[in-house]
């Protein structure tokens, strides 16, 4: 899959120190392209960030990547169907483990961001450019999938 030069650079001046976190920018690259109102969403996404808040849970990049299938795909009423947005996530979550062989943030990079000496291995050892490739992964592959089932054209990739 090719990365689009719009979601590297979006991810990039979003995701880093003193900035959103994983699950807020992924989710924010997704939205963009649709002109998605995205605010309350990125709120949303603060507590799956960091392993959903530090739990070794989900990778954010995961989390708001599933979040962004959501705003295109989700049901918005009662009774809607969501076997469209399940398989979406479902292709989406192969995509992502076949590609880093796990969905976790612990299992992905190894830190728990409740033990000290791992929170610096973090820094020490650049992890976060790690996170930034996932999260560049994540957003893209959501964005194509929403363009492969019809929820976004091609050339939304550099609206903003």
């Known amino acids: 899959m090719m990365t689009s030069e719009y979601v590297r650079d979006r991810v990039m001046e979003l995701f880093g120190d003193n900035k959103f976190l994983c699950a807020e920018t992924v989710v924010q690259v997704v939205a963009e392209p649709g002109g998605k109102e995205c605010a309350d969403v990125v709120r949303a996404a603060t507590g799956f960030c960091s392993g959903v ?11 708001g990547a599933i979040m962004g299938i959501g705003l295109y795909a989700g ?18 979550l192969d995509r992502f483990y076949n590609r880093y062989g796990g969905i976790n943030c612990y299992d992905l990079i190894e830190c728990d961001f ?17 996170c930034y490739r996932m999260a560049v992964f994540a957003a893209e592959t959501a964005l194509s999938i929403l363009r492969e089932q019809g929820y976004l054209a091609e ?6």
Do not use: I, W
Request: charged share 40%; aromatic share 6%; proline share 6%.
């Open 53 to 63: 808040s530090r739990t070794r849970g989900h990778c954010g990049a995961v989390t």
């Open 75 to 92: 049901r918005a009423e009662p009774g809607e169907d969501h076997e469209a947005p399940y398989a979406m996530v479902q292709e989406f």
């Open 155 to 160: 050339e939304a990739d550099h609206v903003r």
């Open 114 to 130: 409740t033990v000290p000496e791992d929170k610096a291995r973090y820094r020490e050892e650049n992890l976060r450019l790690e």
